[in-house]
């Protein structure tokens, strides 16, 4: 994985446990080299207390990435998970062939819109369509940042970037293509959100069959300024909860998942205001979360002085019909809203092993005699397609 600082790994005695005996620190990974105020390191965040609050012992995962900001985020957490680094766009694959390999897997793909939505397109796709058992996160920022700020497959018509060019292309909606290609677990959520996100993540988590989360994760140095679709300010102040989202073990386990959302504890910061900056300025940031009921309003004072109205609305939604779902996010598109929550799930999901129909022995547990059963057994088997 990526190079980086390694945490200490000394614990507080007194540190909550898991039920077998982790803490939270025991999820940690190297320390983060991404730009302070990042929602992606928020993503890391949730992903480790998911991890920690499942229980799940960290050497039966695998954690997979691509290239990208967003594919360095495997580095910071569950640092005695199994792990791959993979060529740019490449990471389905590569889950693929783990997942067929090793059934007992618990895999996380970590990717961004330019790893995923362009010179990945065509491998996220087919992951789906097959039914790869992962939690494919997408952190969702509409910018190349290793590269400065280029837009990327999902910048909207009309956002702006830093330096004031404006997008014309047509984007990629990543929740939209999962919906049209069979994804059988779509949700979306915002990095800023923990107390939504991490629900999703653990239901995610315990998918029968490929789950598939967006996240919004504003990048504070290139994409999040006035005239951007993906900063924190206008997803504060676009986006709609369909779902108070909430997680059961044993409700994930019968094909669903427990709605009973009761709100979300505050926890907002309103900063400071600060001057102007420059284009090439990246600035030091104390992320801003903010937690309200559903059907309240909740106003929020950014970074740049400006408050924000959040209305998040109470509503109950049919999360089994793939039709009605693809059409609710359209149509909440034109409103100029961003859905979050779980948007579909598919109670009785098929995986990639259930379709295909392959042994319930992880395949690299054969011997090589029943993986290669000779050239007499392959000529016989050749002669039925003559």
Known sequence: MTTSIPKPRIHHPS?????????????EGSMSTLCAGCGHDSVTAAIIRAF??????????????????????????????????SVHGRMPSIATGAGAANRDLIMIGISGDGDSLSIGLGQFCHAMRRGVRMLYVLENNGVYGLTKGQFSASAD????????????????????????????????????????????????????GFAFIDVISPCVTFNDHEGSTKSYRFTRDHMREVIAADF????????????????????????????????????????????????????????DGSTVRLRKIDENFESTDRDAVYAYVRERQRAGEIPTGLLYMEPEALDMHAMEGTVARPLVDLAFESLCPGAGKLDALMEEFR
């Open 52 to 85: 920690w609050e499942l229980s799940i012992p960290p050497h039966r995962v695998a954690k997979l990435s691509g290239i990208g900001c967003s594919s360095k985020t495997p580095t910071y957490f569950l640092r005695e998970a199994h792990g791959f680094n």
């Open 157 to 208: 018509v009309g956002t702006k970037a830093k330096r004031g060019e404006v997008n014309r292309n047509e984007p990629i909606d990543p929740v939209l293509l999962a919906l049209s290609l069979g994804a059988t677990f779509v949700a979306r959520s915002f990095s800023g959100d923990r107390e939504q996100l991490v629900p999703i993540l653990k239901a995610g988590l315990a998918h029968r």
């Open 248 to 303: 059961t073990d044993g409700a994930v386990r019968d094909g669903g998942l427990d709605g009973a959302g009761n709100g979300h504890a505050i926890h907002a910061d309103p900063g400071d205001e600060t001057p102007a900056e420059s284009p090439d300025l990246v600035p030091i940031r104390t992320e801003i979360t903010a937690a309200y009921a559903p059907g309240s309003v909740h106003e929020i004072r950014m970074h």
């Open 15 to 27: 540190l909550e446990r898991n039920s077998i005996g982790l803490t939270r620190r025991d999820y």
